[in-house]
């Protein structure tokens, strides 16, 4: 039984680039609360957060950056080619990160929550979840993800899979083991047959119907897609893009691994589309498509105001809102449901700051709007 009564809890640990994020967001898909225990790691040494002074007491000024942050990557450096250090690191880090999950899990009203945590094992965390799963990858298929997908050196990629134990050791603690070494419909369906035998009493896979209104052009209503309806995703998308996006069942299919997508439709037909993630507490918002034959402001307000409900129900501290430059004109829609324009620099959060650099696509302009005011891993 897991450290918190009423909930089912799933650890979710791997090695470094074995799609241990990937399995959590099916696991999202399914129902289920994530956490990311990296993310929260990271929060836990930014700049006015708990860790932040101690680390920089134990290894010295040299590892802040220009603008006074802990410099991750000059840290990294350091501490994976030296065992000591890594075990200092990690005494001041995951007491914050755990304090930073029991919050996020008492807080949640989730029945199932999965913690995805590389050192799960290691830090204690295992102890306190029902079930522990781990995902494997060939060292090869590592190698080249790290390489390819995060632009690592080989030499600083195999110092990093070095670093951590053996693959083997985490799968001898293992409840499930799902090889993410084939395609993401492959993973999918380890993951979906896990949780059904795993995970008790799970609730059905309905189709959602979260908000219907009755206009004089019909019924509408907001449903958020399942990855069984990715082939029709694949073709409402090259719809409304008028072509000039063609993805194939198999490219939605992979977008599920990062990404849920709410659709408004009108007697049954989808006229409307959202593209969003959350991600460290961040809501992201994408991609957006609205039929012409639509008055925006009343779409994307019935969309946005489903998005940001169950960014709320995740815990989100903000969401953002990526508006393509084709929808430059249609600002003034989303200032009147209380978004502003900002930049990157002027959000002022780090963790916000680096989920901007990491989701907005090129040439598209920035809305943010504040969900809630209290964050986790505040000062002490």
């Known amino acids: 039984m897991s450290a918190w009564p009423g909930k089912f809890v799933i650890g979710l640990t791997g090695n470094i680039a074995t799609g241990k994020s990937v399995v959590r967001k099916m696991l999202e898909h399914l129902g289920a609360y994530g956490i990311d225990a990296d ?3 990271n ?3 930014a700049k006015g957060s708990p860790g ?3 680390i920089v007491e134990t290894f010295g000024s040299w590892v802040l950056g220009a603008d006074g942050q802990i410099d991750r990557a000059r840290l990294g450096k350091m501490v994976f080619a030296d065992a000591e250090a890594l075990a200092r690191l ?3 880090v995951h007491p914050h990160v755990r304090e930073a999950i029991d919050i996020l899990v008492r807080r949640s009203s989730h029945k199932v929550i999965v913690v995805e945590a590389i050192k799960l094992l290691e830090s204690g965390l295992a102890e306190l979840c029902d079930s522990i799963w781990v995902t494997y990858a060939p060292p090869q298929h590592q190698l080249a993800r790290l390489t390819q997908k995060r632009k690592m ?3 600083q990629a195999l110092q990093r899979m070095k670093a951590q134990s053996p693959q083997e050791k985490k799968i001898a603690r293992a409840n499930v083991v799902i090889r993410n070494e084939g395609s993401y419909e492959n993973t999918w369906s380890q993951v979906m047959a896990a949780w059904y035998r795993q995970v008790p009493a799970p609730e059905e896979e309905e189709e959602e ?4 209104v009755e206009t004089v052009e019909g019924e509408v209503a907001i449903q958020r897609a399942r990855p069984r309806e990715a082939r029709e995703l694949a073709e409402i998308i090259f719809r409304f893009s008028q072509g000039k996006r063609r993805p194939t069942r198999e490219d939605i299919m992979a977008a599920f691994g990062e990404k849920a997508f709410l659709l408004l439709k009108i007697d049954g037909k989808a006229l409307g589309m959202v593209g969003w993630k959350v991600e460290n507490l961040v809501a992201r918002t994408d991609e ?3 039929d012409s034959s ?3 402001p009343d779409a994307i307000r019935l969309l946005m105001n489903e998005v940001e409900r169950v960014s709320r129900e995740l815990q989100c501290e903000i969401s953002l809102l990526f508006l393509p430059k084709d929808l430059d004109s249609q600002e003034s829609a989303l200032i009147s449901l209380g978004y502003q324009r900002r930049s990157i620099e002027s959000l002022g959060v780090r963790a916000w700051e680096e989920a901007a650099v990491e989701s907005m696509p090129s040439g598209s302009l920035m809305l943010f709007k504040q969900l809630r005011k209290d964050r986790v891993l505040r000062p002490v």
């Open 39 to 41: 993310s929260l790691a």
């Open 43 to 45: 929060r836990a040494i």
């Open 52 to 54: 932040y002074q101690p």
């Open 90 to 92: 990690e005494a001041i």
């Open 153 to 155: 050196s080989e030499t």
């Open 209 to 212: 119907i979260v908000e219907t």
């Open 288 to 290: 957006i498509f609205i």
């Open 294 to 296: 639509l008055f925006f």
